[in-house]
């Protein structure tokens, strides 16, 4: 069942490449740069967050104020906080997007199970940085968001209380809060850079940045959106009372909307069972090698006599795999024949992706089940095929 679903998502991920490829140019195809486009939201919210930074006052009396003046007084400072309140939301769209189109496309087997549970991270971090940005503009939402965090870290049992009592800085609200909650905002905002590097690691080059003409069309989005639905606060918090109910941002405030309808056990055992499920995806059904068919090439490897030590392959394989080590003898084709280095494929690295094979002009690579001779005999029996049904 599982597997027939995501060969039924392939499918569907495949045709809307195929009809988004009618529109755009397929350098332009945004579904191809999800990843950078979520590099890019976080920069903005970077940039903007540094902004609002300066103007923000973290306690109970000035952080409300503070960020009506930042958001009335300061010259374009509602615009920034609107380009950052959007570029949040677009930022979680665009990993969602990469997260689905990985999942559902098989790049998370394998060797790229370590991207996979790297870019789990960013979006468990991401998210939480969200919820907490929400809560330091003090406002009516704000109280209620952490009145629900506070009720769904106490649920935890055996900890509950001393998390709670750790976010909020005693039993209950007090000056320390809002600073910790600052904390909680920039603190993981930092390490999502850290999380970054852990996800391109491996890949020797990685769409970081999506083209230009996609940069302009997100900045000009986010600031018109910003500038047509300012982001505004709520009336300003009161302690000692509990709203009663709160606008939803569903990238963010999901699980706070959920702990308002079900006993926060129960939410906080939801999300610990989702995240989880999606920690052990890579690893989940796993097919072994003769169920996969043709979706499983094999590692890549070299035919040591025609390798001619060129170093073409080593420098197209994205994921880091290929190494080059002097050779210990001379290649058998004349092209090899007085190489100085030998390509290894590392095991462990490979994706079985084949992008060696098309980068290598002396057939010195192959993948052991999809060999060159088997690829060109399915191509010309699919032509034969085509060539009979329209005879």
Partial sequence: MYRKALTALQRFTLRLDVAINRVYPSDWNPLYYTGGLANLFLFILVL?????????VPSLT???PSVAYLTEQV???GLIRGIHRYAADAFIVAALLHLFRNWFTDRYLFSRDSPWISGMFLLIFGGFVGATGYILVWDERALAVLGLFDD????????????????????????????????????????LYVLLWWHYVRLRHPKVWPPATWVLVSLGLVT??????????????????????????????????????????????????????????????????????????GVAQVIDGNCTGCELCYYDCPYNAIVMVPSPHPGLSRAAASRKLLAVVIDSRCV????????????????????????????QEAVAVAEAVRA
């Fill in 152 to 191: 769904m870290l106490r649920a935890i049992p055996a900890v509950g209380d001393w998390l709670a009592s750790l976010l909020l800085g005693g039993r209950g609200l007090s000056e320390g809060t809002l600073p910790r909650i600052l904390l909680l905002h920039v603190g993981p905002a930092s390490l």
């Fill in 224 to 297: 018109l959106l910003a500038a047509v639905i300012p982001a505004v606060s709520g009336a300003p918090a009161q302690p000692g009372t509990r709203p009663e109910a709160m606008p939803l941002d569903v990238f963010f405030l999901l699980p706070f909307w959920l702990a308002g309808l079900l006993p926060p056990g129960l939410v906080v055992a939801l999300v610990a069972v989702t995240l989880g499920a999606g920690f052990v995806i890579p690893y989940l059904g796993r097919e072994a090698p003769q169920e996969m068919g043709v979706r499983h090439a």
């Fill in 62 to 64: 000035g952080a409300h």
């Fill in 75 to 77: 010259p374009y400072g």
């Fill in 352 to 379: 079985e992706c084949g992008i060696c094979i098309g980068a290598c002009p002396f057939e010195a690579l192959e993948l052991p089940s999809l060999l060159e001779a088997d690829v060109t005999r399915r191509v």
């Fill in 48 to 56: 903007s967050g540094i902004f609002i930074f300066f103007y923000y």
